[in-house]
């Protein structure tokens, strides 16, 4: 019979008659990069994630699969306090950055935008600029357009409180996320990582809490990297995971930023334009999955953000990225803090970090924790109050592609009932 050893075998003795072999005792996983900021982690989520790093790192001798682990982060609010993108947009208004569309037709900007806010955008913004000319919306001659465009971007509705958008599969993109590298139409990569280099310095700069003026309005003025998930990137990459970054902003502005971390731009997927052959950017938007380039119906938003992980990170090609894929090609961790990051959160094979933004969705699951899994944090700056009501995990958490709310489902369909908020500071 031939018997299999775990490890090799060590020699004990030496006899008379020859060699004695047998295996040597087992050993643990050896430890691994250490997770070492330790303010602010809530219970044993630190030395959870540090039991992460020991059994599925590289300097694990048992490990049995010596290939990368893979472990993926949201970005805005989870590896940052605050939005890049909220940022990039702030600033692309504040130094008449956004261009005046093709024939100053608005709906030429998004497949979604309804006649109302393409009439509003258009009374507000035409007179300004001619079609492909930047809008002077830093100046107080367009402030109103400013002011309309942060309306449509940040509530998706005109500021006398029209929808901006309609029709659209709420699993799979969110117009107004969409729409920030829409309005980058006209501009190059390169440049657009200027303009983000730009707005990194001045937000990092800016004390927390500080506002700006955009517009008419003030928007918050800030963001910062929060410390404990920049050295959870570093430990995770010391010990040889391959770590990626997901995100609903645009993939030049958080290629930005990702450097902040070490994650390089090849480890970046965000939403993406197509370009024109001279490099420019479209209003149009890459594909994934079935989804051709220029529909404009599948970005890094819930489903989607499954189809562009399988696609780029594990080479998963065709209609076959849209769906959850086998435990060897799927991510072994996921870190999030929204609605948006459910569907790659509920795809990691061995622990999911949920940083709590009150989301309901995200936190019925991540409190139902039916398979053992989740680990929730307060957020690491300005965290949020525990929220007085239940999740409503059994009416309304759930949004459906149509918008509708309803019951969120475990896998095998029962119902979650709604929890209570219980991590928080």
């Avoid at 402030?143 to 958008?165: H, I, K, M």
């Amino acid at each position: 019979m031939h018997r299999r050893w775990a490890a090799p075998l060590a020699l004990i003795a030496v006899t008379g008659s020859g060699l004695l072999l047998a295996p040597p005792a087992q050993a643990g996983p050896a430890h691994c990069a250490r997770v070492t900021v330790a303010a602010g982690w809530y219970g044993d989520n630190q030395a959870r994630l540090q039991r992460l790093i020991d059994e599925y790192g590289t300097c694990n001798p048992y490990r049995p699969s010596r290939a990368k682990p893979v472990a993926v982060f949201d970005w805005d609010n989870t590896v940052v306090k605050n939005d890049v993108g909220d940022a990039q947009m702030f600033w692309l208004l504040r130094n008449g950055r956004i261009r005046q569309p093709a024939g100053g037709d608005w709906t030429t900007t998004s497949r979604y935008l309804t006649p109302a806010a393409a009439t509003t955008l258009a009374d507000a913004c035409g007179a300004l600029a001619a079609p492909g000319a930047p809008l002077p919306t830093g100046t107080p001659e367009g402030a109103g357009c400013a002011d309309e465009l942060n309306a449509v971007y940040g509530t998706a509705a005109t500021r006398s409180a029209a929808p901006a958008f309609a029709g659209w599969d709420h699993r799979t993109i969110e117009p107004a996320y969409a729409w920030l590298p829409q309005l980058m139409q006209g501009w190059t990569a390169r440049e657009v990582r200027g303009f983000a280099a730009a707005a990194r310095a001045e937000n990092l700069a800016a004390p927390i809490g500080a506002k700006q003026q955009v517009g008419s309005t003030t928007a918050t003025g800030w963001v910062r990297y929060y410390d404990q998930q920049k050295d959870l990137v570093g430990s995770l990459r010391e010990a040889g995971f391959d770590v990626w970054i997901s995100s609903a902003s645009p993939q030049p502005v958080v290629e930005v930023w990702a450097k902040g971390v070490g994650i390089d731009a090849d480890h970046v997927i965000g939403i993406r334009n197509t370009t024109t052959r001279g490099g420019k950017f479209t209003t149009h938007l890459q594909g994934c999955g079935s989804v051709r380039d220029g529909a404009d119906t599948m970005i890094t938003y819930i489903d989607g953000k499954r189809c562009w992980i399988n696609k780029e990170i594990f080479g998963v090609r065709g209609a076959a990225a849209e769906k959850v894929q086998p435990a060897a090609r799927r991510q072994v961790f996921a870190a999030g803090d929204s609605d948006t990051d459910i569907s790659f959160l509920r795809d990691a094979t061995a622990l999911r970090l949920v940083v709590n933004r009150n989301k309901n969705e995200l936190m019925c699951r991540a409190y139902d924790n039916s398979d053992g899994k989740w680990i929730v944090n307060p957020m690491f700056i300005e965290p949020k109050k525990q929220k007085a009501a239940p999740y409503p995990c059994a009416t309304t958490g759930f949004t459906g592609r149509d918008g509708t709310p309803g019951p969120v489902l475990r896998g095998d369909t029962s119902v979650i009932p709604d929890q209570t908020d219980s991590v928080f500071q």
